[in-house]
């Protein structure tokens, strides 16, 4: 075992009770709210684009500096749906040809 090894398994032992799952799981937690404070932002939209600026019409939604920015917040939502998947879109997804014309890796 190296040092760097050894370091770790010294540090989940110490600080973690040798749980390798629940040390590796606080440390993604740590890096994902570290990211997620750096690289996006909360924002109030309208529910609906043809809606009123009416309180009952307003929603909490978050918003990113760059793509970067968005990995991490998909990263936060999925650690944060409790396992829950979010509905399937009902409408039919166009061939990647399609969203992609120039691209003949897809065609």
Partial sequence: MG???RFVADRVNASHDAD???YAL???VSTVNDKIE???YPVVRRANADGSFAPTNL????GF???LGAM???MYSLMTSGGERPPASKEPRPALGVLVPA???FQ
């Fill in 59 to 62: 929603r909490a939604r978050w």
């Fill in 3 to 5: 040092r760097t090894d």
């Fill in 65 to 67: 500096r760059n793509l």
């Fill in 72 to 74: 991490y917040l998909q």
């Fill in 38 to 40: 750096q690289l996006c």
């Fill in 26 to 28: 606080g440390f993604a």
């Fill in 103 to 105: 691209c003949r890796f």
């Fill in 20 to 22: 390798f799952l629940d």
